[in-house]
């Protein structure tokens, strides 16, 4: 059975348009990190590229950091606690803000071409949706770091 998997994609006024290249790999992304984990239900996912400013702000307002970052996420369930039955349908994870500044830089930093940096940011904030956090302990920290790697080794990105 193919999975269902809806992505609304969104960026801020600084990037009026959005490459199909960079998309599709974040729609690859997301895709292989819900197969990976193997959600038993159609998923809905809204994307938005996003400036330094506006993703700083969003950084201040929701977790008091007073600094750009990454990409955030915005999960609709905590901790991964999905309603069975409000989920039968389709579950709508929440959202996923990816600083199209930063990756360029962290590309450029870790060697990795910017599509490739995208899908795993994309990946890393999938996993947030799912109930991963990375923060809580050392031991959720590796295990979400031997996830994004096994996911990031299956992607052709």
Avoid: W
């Avoid at 977790?63 to 606690?81: A, I, K, M």
């Amino acid at each position: 059975m193919k999975r269902e998997l809806f992505i609304s994609f969104s960026a801020t006024e600084s990037f009026p348009e959005v490459d199909y290249s960079l998309k599709l790999a974040v729609r690859r992304a997301i895709y292989a990190t819900l197969e990976h984990e193997e959600l038993p239900y159609p998923a809905e996912v809204s994307v938005t590229f996003a400036s330094a400013e506006y993703i700083h702000s969003l950084n201040k307002q929701f977790r008091g950091v007073n600094r750009p970052t990454d990409v955030l996420s915005f999960p609709l369930y905590e901790d991964g606690n999905f309603d069975p039955v409000e989920c039968s349908m389709g579950a709508c994870l929440g959202d996923i803000v990816i600083s199209v500044p930063r990756a360029m830089e962290q590309a450029g930093e870790v060697g990795n071409s910017f599509i490739r940096e995208v899908a795993f940011l994309a990946v890393h904030s999938t996993l947030h949706l799912l109930g991963y956090d990375h923060e809580r302990s050392e031991d959720e920290d590796k295990l979400q770091c031997k996830i994004q790697k096994e996911i990031m080794n299956s992607l052709e990105v």
